[in-house]
T-cell receptor, first 114, second 115 residues
């Protein structure tokens, strides 16, 4: 079974631009979570989607948004990029996000903002 | 919200020795505690997890213990090998909002196993 995939793997943008990242979960998984990883803040939860609905959201500004499609693929968007948005963005999927599930991470998208 | 503290931030051991990493959490509602291993440039990989209805879980050389009263959980790696060298993250989560997957992570522990 194929793992979680993310595209693109690397991205370079300039301040003020916007970016869209994509995540394809493991086949059959309907819960997709997004995390930001930086050296200073570590791994921080962004949001989680299940059946096209956002169920949980972390403490990030409204510039960070996401969505999930009917095939469970998910995208996240960052508008008006700032230097501090440079990070590794990881998505993770699980069957339903429930108590007995296991969550698997994708390889991440490395975003650099210049 | 939940806060997870992880110690130590770096740990160096000799091959064959044991390594212990400790985490504390703040939210008594947390009920799921996974541990991830992340090698340089790679994705975090789940190595073991524990749920609040058990106090200890073991998988070969790796074990995790949970003390819900004290709100702490620990990762134990025995007979360490050089390939165990990586950053280890603990995390905690609960089912508020209908989903268990809004993990709060510790800052990570860089484990170095010296041959």
């Amino acid at each position: 079974k194929a793992g979680v995939t993310q595209t693109p793997r690397y991205l370079i943008k300039t301040r003020g631009q916007q970016v869209t990242l994509s995540c394809s979960p493991i086949s059959g998984h309907r819960s997709v979570s997004w995390y930001q990883q930086t050296p200073g803040q570590g791994l921080q939860f962004l949001f989680e989607y299940f059946s096209e609905t956002q169920r949980n959201k972390g403490n990030f500004p409204g510039r960070f948004s996401g969505r999930q499609f009917s095939n469970s693929r998910s995208e996240m968007n960052v508008s008006t990029l700032e230097l501090g948005d440079s990070a590794l963005y990881l998505c993770a999927s699980s069957w339903t996000g429930g108590y007995t599930d296991t969550q698997y991470f994708g390889p991440g998208t490395r975003l650099t903002v210049l | 919200g939940e806060n997870v503290e992880q110690h130590p931030s770096t740990l160096s051991v000799q091959e064959g020795d044991s390594a212990v990493i400790k985490c504390t959490y703040s939210d008594s509602a947390s009920n799921y505690f996974p541990w991830y291993k992340q090698e340089l440039g790679k994705r975090p990989q789940l190595i073991i997890d524990i749920r609040s209805n058990v106090g200890e879980k073991k998988d070969q050389r790796i074990a995790v213990t949970l003390n819900k009263t004290a709100k702490h959980f620990s990762l134990h790696i025995t007979e360490t090998q050089p390939e165990d060298s990586a950053v280890y993250f603990c995390a905690a989560s609960n089912e508020k909002g209908g989903s268990n997957y809004k993990l709060t992570f510790g800052k990570g522990t860089l484990l170095t196993v010296n041959p």
